[in-house]
């Protein structure tokens, strides 16, 4: 099933944040250095799009090793989509776990939800709010750095920080509407919806053979129709539970040429 691949995903890159402070603490180990908002593996960098972005605005000038930062991540929106929220992000982690310890049914009902381009609106607002600040925001409150940051914390100094709430927060919005926080609120969901739009990997509704059984929609954790075709569109974020929750063999994974 894809959803034992993605969740062995995501353990595997909770465990890379738990290891990058172990490792550089009691081992002085600095081949892998930060988190998921800016990571150096070996040398090789990533840099979130978002973080990317507000320093391009700010400092108004290009600085080739920030763009050499931004390609990977880039290259792998761009073939992929937006994997990282549904296959990487620890707070997706996070949620998903807080699903299964309070048993709750994959398929709910949706009981607070805002029109989609909300989260776009959100994405310019950032943008916007950092540049009147002359500061990277995003920086500051990106949940998924939250999450490296607190572990950081944890590690280092036995303690953790007052912006660890946001996490509880999210963890808290999902209570009532799957990944609210993800669909609605997020910048860095909203830069890479939109950068996904050109993605190659997308989930392909194959109309000849599904029998409307009504398996998917409800599971999709970013409450789009994949039976309807909405799987194509820049809200999918390539989970695959609807391809898991398709008895019919009318869901899939396919590259667009």
Known sequence: MIRHGRNATQVGAMALLL??????????FTGVTGWYQSLDVFGLAFLSPVEGLESLLLTGSIWVPLLWALLPTLLVVLLLGRVFCSWVCPVNLLQEMTDRSMCRPRARP???????????????????????????LFCFWSPPALVGREIFMAVFFRTVAIEGALIVVILLLNLFTARFFCRHLC??????????????LRVRHAPDRCTACGQCD????????????????????????????CGDSALSFTVKK
């Open 218 to 245: 409800p599971v999709c954790p970013m409450g789009i129709r994949p039976a309807a075709g909405e799987s194509q569109s820049m809200w999918c974020w390539n989970c695959g539970e609807c391809v898991d929750a």
């Open 187 to 200: 910048p860095l969901g909203g830069m890479l919806a939109l950068l996904g739009r050109w993605r190659r």
């Open 19 to 28: 290891a990058v402070p172990l490792a550089a603490g009691q081992y002085a």
């Open 110 to 136: 949706d009981h607070v939800t805002l029109p989609r381009s909300t989260i776009l609106w959100v994405l310019a607002a950032e943008l916007a709010a950092a540049l009147a600040a002359g500061v990277p």
